[in-house]
């Protein structure tokens, strides 16, 4: 079954390091038959003794399957938020509660292509879903990082609004 893309879930990986293949390992590990997430934001940290690499802060790896469409299908169908996972998109930033200025560009620039692909997708964070059981993931005001997206904001102009709105960790 395909279902049109509602929501972009915005999660953290709740530790200081991490990318695609370790988190794919991590939840192998669990049991689940996948990654969780369509896509990870890496910090610039892949491994607890990693010291932060610049060139690796910011990219955006793809976990499960996507086309970058306006539907969810039966291969990118993640496992990211119970009950959401039909028609949704998992996001996970590398991270516990600060992230890098290259992580929130990142974010920021995903979440504009969604919303020319389909500009009713709602942006959440996991802990605004009702099935988050009290979680704080991802740790940062997305209701304002909504607003910042949804406004007109120069892509000039959107580092320092940025910067001078969301906590920062590494290069800040």
Request: glycine content about 6%; charged content about 25%; aromatic content about 12%.
């Amino acid at each position: 079954m395909i279902n049109r893309i509602k929501n972009l879930i915005i999660h953290c990986s709740v530790s200081n390091f991490r990318d695609v293949p370790s988190i794919f390992s991590w939840h192998l590990s669990r049991g689940w038959r996948d990654i969780g997430y369509n896509l990870v934001i890496t910090n610039g940290v892949i491994n607890s003794d990693d010291d932060y690499v610049y060139k690796l802060d910011g990219i955006i790896q793809k976990g499960r399957e996507l086309d970058f469409d306006a539907y969810v299908s039966k291969e990118e169908k993640a496992a990211h938020t119970l009950g959401y996972n039909e028609n949704s998109i998992g996001i996970c930033l590398i991270g516990k509660k600060k992230f890098t200025i290259d992580q929130y560009l990142s974010l920021y620039h995903v979440c504009k292509v969604f919303k020319r692909i389909n500009p009713d997708i709602q942006i959440k964070g996991h802990y605004e879903m009702s099935t988050s059981k009290g979680k704080t993931c991802p740790n940062f005001d997305v209701a304002h990082f909504r607003t910042i997206i949804e406004g007109h904001v120069f892509e000039d102009e959107i580092r320092n609004v940025i910067n001078e709105n969301f906590p920062m960790s590494y290069n800040d």
